[in-house]
């Protein structure tokens, strides 16, 4: 039987998000460490009757991590 892609996509996308509020809610532990990556200053296009900003940053945290590991267990055993 073939596996869906889209199911394993949204576990993994699962774990970020559960582990990044593990990690929020124990900011003080070892499970809140890691490294913050993306733009320092967000980009920002005035056309005179519309403001578009652009920005990025990704936060990888250890609980992050536990989760997408705990996601892709989860996803091998459906």
């Known amino acids: ?5 889209w199911a394993c996509f949204l576990l993994i996308l699962a774990g970020i998000v559960i582990g990044g509020f593990i ?3 124990f900011p003080s532990t070892w ?4 490294q913050t990556f993306g733009l320092a200053d967000p980009i920002v296009f ?7 900003t652009f920005g990025l940053t990704i936060k990888i ?5 536990i989760g997408i590991v ?9």
């Open 31 to 34: 499970l809140n460490y890691g």
């Open 70 to 78: 705990i996601g892709i267990m989860v996803y091998r055993f459906i």
């Open 46 to 52: 005035d056309i005179g009757i519309m403001c578009i």
């Open 1 to 5: 039987m073939r596996k869906n892609n």
């Open 61 to 65: 945290t250890v609980s992050s991590i």
């Open 23 to 25: 990690g929020n809610l």
